[in-house]
């Protein structure tokens, strides 16, 4: 594995696209983070925050750090000082406590609504009636600590890249319906965070603003 050629030719793939590539460095070693480091990769996501946390510890301060995988309330405390997206928020009790945590670094900490876009019942993520009741909710407004940006979603894990296309087409569509009907002007609703290593290129033809590549930079894991 050549991290930076891959990090290189991923970045080709996306050059004319809307898409930001996020390194999945999740079970990777530090050696593989510093060598994306090297190539010019600064964001990294990680889907365990205690994991996320040792790696912050020891790594460049520039680096940014997005939480991808399922988030239980009692772990934000740990990476509120620094976590900069958290990409898997799916209720509204979470927004709570990272908007208490983030309140207590006088931060603020930009999260994405996970939704359910596959077709298998093994992910998590909110039904879009959820996410407009998270959007809509009166207690939102008053949540000063945390900016809900975007959505973020998963395709089904199959080969059908025509199912894919179109649960993607139909996150991108969602995304766009809720900046028309629920989100306020002036309100920093921008990312659309889908695609990873097998299907990254048909995330960003449909409009994600954020992929999130692991093995396809660092290999299998
Ligand atoms: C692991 C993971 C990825 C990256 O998966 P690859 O197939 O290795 O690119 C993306 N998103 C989430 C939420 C993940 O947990």
């Not at 996020?22 to 530090?30: D, E, N």
């Amino acid at each position: 594995m050549n991290i930076a050629q891959n990090i290189e030719n991923i970045k080709a793939q996306l050059a004319n696209t809307s898409a930001q590539l996020i390194a999945v460095t999740k079970t990777k070693p530090i050696s593989d983070l510093e060598e994306a480091y090297q190539a010019g990769c600064k964001v990294f996501g990680e889907n365990k925050v205690q994991e996320m946390v040792s790696k912050w510890e020891v790594l460049p301060k520039d680096i940014s750090w997005h939480l991808i995988g399922h988030l239980q309330t009692n772990k934000v405390k740990y990476m509120a000082s620094f976590v900069s997206l958290i990409h898997s928020v799916d209720s509204f009790k979470l927004l709570q406590e990272i908007d208490k945590q983030a309140q207590k670094h006088n931060r603020v900490i930009d999260c994405l609504l996970q939704i359910y876009i596959a077709q298998e019942d093994t992910k998590f993520g909110l039904s879009e009636e959820e996410a407009i009741a998270i959007l809509t909710s009166s207690e939102l407004a008053q949540l000063h600590n945390i900016r809900v940006v975007g959505l973020m979603g998963m395709a089904s894990n199959t080969d059908n890249l025509e199912q894919i296309r179109l649960e993607f087409r139909g996150l991108k569509q969602l995304f766009n319906r809720f900046s028309q009907e629920y989100i306020l002007p002036n309100t920093a609703w921008k990312e659309v965070s889908m695609g990873m290593s097998g299907d990254f290129q048909i995330a960003a033809e449909e409009g994600s603003t954020l992929v999130r590549v692991g093995s396809a930079i660092f290999g299998h894991r």
